[in-house]
């Protein structure tokens, strides 16, 4: 039987501001830099748009192989401690496999038994009916879930969606151990998002604070101050806000732009930056009654997406309903304006985007599901400017760009998804991802916003999550046929997988490979036209891709 991969495999094997990216169909995308010394323009446009897809057409001797099937863990012979139903804690040698602490509540999909190690044909240890709750300590790079009694399930038979019968309105939280240096910031202890000013705005269901924000926290007492009467004066549609004395001009530039950058919900903002001294006058783009309105439409969105997003306990499989819900319901625009660079596309139902609307709209998201997301914004390697999300996840701070990962092309766009960077670190980004917090004034300025948190934490990377990580040639091979076989099933487009070493990537992705796997992809379904190999930013972290072309 050929192997499912689990569905929540959350574990070890496991800008400027508004401007407008420019994309290709490689993942090359950005923003350019902002003009203007006094008024600031936030959404200055590339024209251009470069689409480099290489499509390979010819063919060589077609390769065949065989799939591997796992038969599925069975028990037949059982002792009689297992009979009972009664535990035993397994004395397990851990040598064969690595473990990553991890502390999940989840439930078992399939019944299934428990077993003495973490390896195909370990010895049974005790029979859990599908529905069971159970608690996860570990998770190994074998593709067990370690329990609490120190046995273990294949992540085959786990889940972390409840029973139908159970309800999920109140998931089950997780509290991951922290092995990560950076670690998610306190709440503040006096905020009380229910009352406070500017916490939702005209949104009822919004309560995430400015308080509780990474890059407000990062802030000195004057900046905070600034910080605090811009999201007070816009969420209620003054226009006079006061700025704090000693604040130079390069410093209301950046407050604003963190501001503009890290409230989503603040929709109506002008893409303006102000500039003064003593005080400065913001600009809206809505009525208070117009922007009350969008606002409708927006919160249906978001709770028809927290429905799906709520109907899971780990963190990575929410981001994941996040992450897939953006790039699905969005397209790519070159048009750089306060829709396409905010949430009043982004969910609102219009669906053009920038990167700072795919990034805008995804904190707006993570905001509503209570995780821990900020926007940064910096340049690219062609020096235009972009916008990501660092979002915190199970054990420490994680690269999300939903920009990145949803790559340009209209046929079968709603298919068509990337995990290249979905939670994804510093280093698997240092190389395409520049000048990361900095925006640049009009004046030439290039100003810090702030320093974002540091992601090193590869646990969560969603190649690992979901066990799609190799690193040898020959099961390399027989994952990507695989992979095909599931794209051409489903009519989707991306396949991809992660190797460990650069030269395994250089031999998955030459001539003669990239022409074997095309053959086998046009023998499978005669709508394939070609496959075409992705390179850039996919070869800095060695992840395999073909994207299927049809007729």
């Known amino acids: 039987m050929k192997k499912k991969i689990s569905l929540i495999l959350a574990f070890l094997m496991a800008a400027s501001m508004l401007a407008g990216c420019k994309k290709t169909d490689e993942d090359s995308s950005g923003l350019p830099d902002v003009g ?44 009689e401690t297992e009979q009972t139903g009664e535990t035993s804690t397994a004395a397990a040698d851990s040598s064969d496999w690595k473990e990553t602490e991890i502390s999940e509540t989840m439930y078992v999909s399939t019944a299934c038994y428990s077993r003495e190690r973490a390896i195909v044909g370990s010895e049974a240890v005790k029979k859990y009916e599908a529905g069971t709750k159970i608690e996860i300590v570990a998770i190994t790079d074998t593709g067990y879930y370690k329990l609490a009694d120190g046995t273990f399930i294949h992540s085959d038979y786990v889940t972390d969606r409840a029973p139908a019968a159970q309800t999920t309105t109140a998931a089950p939280t997780t509290t991951a151990k922290k092995t990560e240096a950076t670690t998610k910031p306190a709440p503040t202890p006096d905020d009380d998002t229910s009352s406070e000013v500017g916490s939702g705005g005209i949104s009822s269901s919004y309560t995430k604070s400015y308080k509780n924000r990474y890059p407000y926290q990062q802030l000195n007492s004057a900046e905070q101050e600034l910080y605090r009467n811009i999201v007070d004066a816009a969420t209620n549609f003054k226009r006079k806000v006061h700025v704090p004395d000693g604040l130079l001009s390069d410093d209301v530039f950046k407050v604003y732009c963190i501001v503009f950058n890290n409230e989503p919900q603040l929709f109506w903002l002008s893409t303006s930056a102000p500039s003064g001294y003593g005080s400065i006058s913001l600009d809206y783009e809505f ?73 805008k709209t995804t904190q707006y998201l993570c905001d509503m599901a209570g995780i821990d997301c900020m926007t940064v914004v910096g340049n690219n390697t062609a020096g235009s400017t972009h916008a990501w999300n660092v979002v915190y996840c199970e054990n420490g701070y994680y690269i999300l760009d939903t920009t990145w990962d ?138 395999v891709e073909f994207d299927i072309q049809y007729n």
């Open 36 to 79: 203007g010394a006094d008024s600031v323009s936030l959404t200055q446009m590339t024209t251009t748009e470069e689409t480099t897809t290489t499509t390979e057409a010819t063919t060589t001797t077609e390769t065949t192989t065989e799939e591997t099937e796992e038969t599925e863990e069975t028990a037949e012979t059982t002792s």
């Open 287 to 359: 009525t208070r009654d117009e922007a009350a309105e969008i606002q409708k439409n927006i919160d249906a969105t978001v709770n028809e997406i927290m429905k799906s997003v709520n109907g899971y306990t780990s963190t990575v499989s929410k981001l994941k309903v996040i992450h897939d819900w953006v790039i699905t319901h969005n397209t790519f625009s070159l048009q750089g304006t306060y829709e396409t660079c905010g949430i009043y596309n982004g969910l609102g139902g219009h669906g053009a985007l920038q990167c700072q609307g795919y990034a």
């Open 406 to 543: 949803d790559p340009m092309n209209e046929k079968n766009k709603s298919s068509y998804i990337r995990y290249v960077l979905f939670l994804a670190n510093d280093d698997m980004i240092k190389n395409s991802h520049l000048n990361q917090s900095t925006a640049t004034r009009g004046n030439g300025n290039r100003v810090k916003l702030y320093n974002p948190p540091s992601c090193t934490s590869s646990a969560c990377y969603y190649f690992k999550a979901y066990n799609k990580e190799y690193s040898d040639l020959d099961s390399a091979v027989a994952a990507l046929y695989a992979e095909f076989d599931t794209v051409l099933k489903s009519g989707t487009q991306a396949v991809h997988i992660r190797v460990t070493s650069h030269d395994l990537w250089t031999t998955l992705t030459s001539d003669e490979y990239t022409k074997t796997f095309q053959k086998y992809a046009k023998s499978k379904d005669s709508n394939v036209k070609a496959i075409s190999r992705q390179k850039t930013l996919t070869e800095d972290i060695n992840v």
